[in-house]
């Protein structure tokens, strides 16, 4: 604490953005006695993570399941950390039931591992030395995260780190840090198994944003191994919302201040060291600047672009641009009433509809289904949520967008009801998200979703780092290593927290 180290003034530590990145690391801060301000357009914290309600149903807006819960996991350290509860929870069992066109049954992915193991066996006969592969690849690389590397690593401390963290088993890594899932597949005589692509493509897609033929192999081991004991996807209590609130009470608890509906304008930045942001305030109009010791921008690279502007260090605006497009994503929220619902249904299913069409635009569906008494819908009812990836410019150029939103909804309405017993009766509410909204309501460029495709060039140790060009400026949030989801949002900013701290 630098209360205990005699420091008379606090630095200042100004967070941009109040996602899950964004909370955990100006949480974190706050408890080690900085004095953090955290900022966000929204009304509500939590970012792609949070929640909204109509008529008695929480509908989680973009995230719907959590890692990184049980113990040595990410949000159970940071929680143990703050001095918190970890918030209610279940592990998702299966964590995914997956359905393949005209298949009436599920791929259903296990948390217990022999069980997982024999499911894979029995629907992908031959293909057990491939999964074996992925198995001892996640052993290794869990093994050398659990050791806290940094990666990429911008400087000496950070090189030492993560030379602290590797150890004999991480070497056997190295001959696969360039090899896709793709060549893991043609290696192993299965790159013509249509059933298996698709699958490996619907669960990759959720993760790493990209298929099977692109995502890093060393990527995709982590992705596909976490659903399996001792660790595991997890449904919360309540709603997504419930890791925010308890994020948003450690910090205010230890001197931390929120402010919603602010919108920060510009990072300001003199003799390539970030001094602070300039500030408006949405109610009021005022603009203001707020003067910092250190800047974290919990936002995507291309808004850190834009808040930069001609600050950006020029080599690293050339990398952003150059960055694949990423995906957007249509989303159904849908309040029903539960006869709708199967019996024994998974809270979590995906949906393929044709072996040609694309993972997206309503070809494929992810679909989270509240369960009984977890507090997202009234007695009696459920509330289905089903997204689809979609090109962000399919939805910024189009001719109509009513109608095209019109036309998706039908649409996924009608895939839906293949599996649920939906009717207009059945329906008590319905509404519907496109890029548009997420770029309204999150202020993410373009509205995109789900962080930077995992692929070789961009994964781990050759991605976006905490550490920026501009020093004090930070970048925590799905932009950086280890991608998407709130587990790997909550590594960055443990990482971003490690370094600041090692600096002062």
């Not at 008695?56 to 719907?64: H, I, K, L, P, R």
């Not at 410019?393 to 019109?406: G, I, S, V």
């Not at 930070?474 to 600041?500: C, F, K, M, N």
């Amino acid at each position: 604490m630098f209360s205990s180290r005699g420091d008379r003034w606090p630095p200042r530590v100004v967070v941009v953005g109040a996602g899950i990145g964004g909370l955990t690391t100006g949480a974190l801060l706050a408890h080690c006695g900085y004095s953090v301000l955290v900022l966000d357009q929204a009304i509500v914290p939590g970012g792609c993570a949070s929640t909204f309600k109509r008529r008695g149903f929480t509908f989680d807006v973009g995230a719907t399941q959590v890692a990184g819960l049980e113990a040595g996991g990410i949000h159970r350290r940071i929680f143990s950390e703050l001095e918190i509860d970890l918030p209610e929870a279940t592990p998702c069992d299966p964590a995914c039931a997956v359905y393949l066109p005209g298949e009436a049954e599920p791929i259903s992915v296990w948390r217990n591992p022999q069980r997982w193991q024999a499911e894979r066996q029995r629907q992908f006969p031959g293909s057990e030395p491939f999964w074996q592969l992925l198995t001892e690849l996640f052993r290794y690389s869990w093994a050398f995260q659990s050791r806290n590397p940094v990666l990429p690593p911008r400087n000496i401390w950070d090189l030492w780190q993560l030379t602290k963290a590797v150890r004999a088993d991480t070497l056997l890594t190295l001959p696969h840090t360039f090899s896709t899932v793709g060549d893991a597949l043609r290696a192993n005589r299965l790159a013509d198994n249509q059933r298996l692509r698709a699958f490996l493509d619907l669960q990759l897609k959720l993760y790493s944003q990209v298929d099977a033929e692109s995502t890093a192999l060393l990527y995709a081991a982590t992705a596909l191994g976490v659903s399996q004991h001792p660790h595991g996807l997890f449904h919360l209590k309540g709603s997504m919302q419930a890791l925010s609130d308890r994020l948003v009470e450690a910090l205010k608890r230890d001197g931390g201040r929120l402010l919603m509906r602010h919108t920060v304008e510009q990072i300001q930045v003199e003799a390539g060291k970030a001094t602070g942001v300039i500030i408006r305030n949405q109610k009021t109009g005022k603009v203001w600047t707020q003067p910092a010791d250190q800047v974290i921008a919990n936002v995507t690279v291309q808004n850190l672009m834009s808040l930069l502007n001609e600050q950006a260090p020029q080599g690293y605006q050339h990398r952003v641009s150059k960055l694949p497009p990423a995906s957007g994503a249509f989303v159904i929220y849908l309040g029903v009433d539960r006869a709708v619902i199967p019996p024994n249904c998974p809270p979590h299913l995906q949906f393929l509809y044709d072996y040609d069409g694309p993972i997206g635009e309503n070809n494929s569906l992810f679909v989270s289904v509240s369960q009984p008494g977890d507090g997202r819908a009234p007695e009696g009812q459920a509330t289905l949520i089903a997204s689809s990836f979609t090109d962000p410019q399919l939805w910024w150029h189009c001719a109509d967008y009513e109608a095209l939103k019109r036309q998706y909804t039908e649409e996924a309405i009608s895939r839906l009801s293949q599996f649920f017993h939906l009717t207009e009766a059945t329906i008590v509410h319905q509404e519907a998200a496109t890029p548009l909204t997420f770029a309204h309501y999150t202020a993410r460029a373009q509205g995109v979703v789900g962080g930077i495709g995992q692929r070789v060039p961009t994964f781990g140790p050759f991605g976006f780092a905490t550490r920026t060009p501009i020093r004090h400026l930070w970048l925590v949030g799905d932009s950086t290593h280890p991608g998407e989801g709130t587990a790997g949002v909550s590594y960055s900013a443990l990482t971003a927290v490690r370094q600041i701290e090692a600096a002062s």
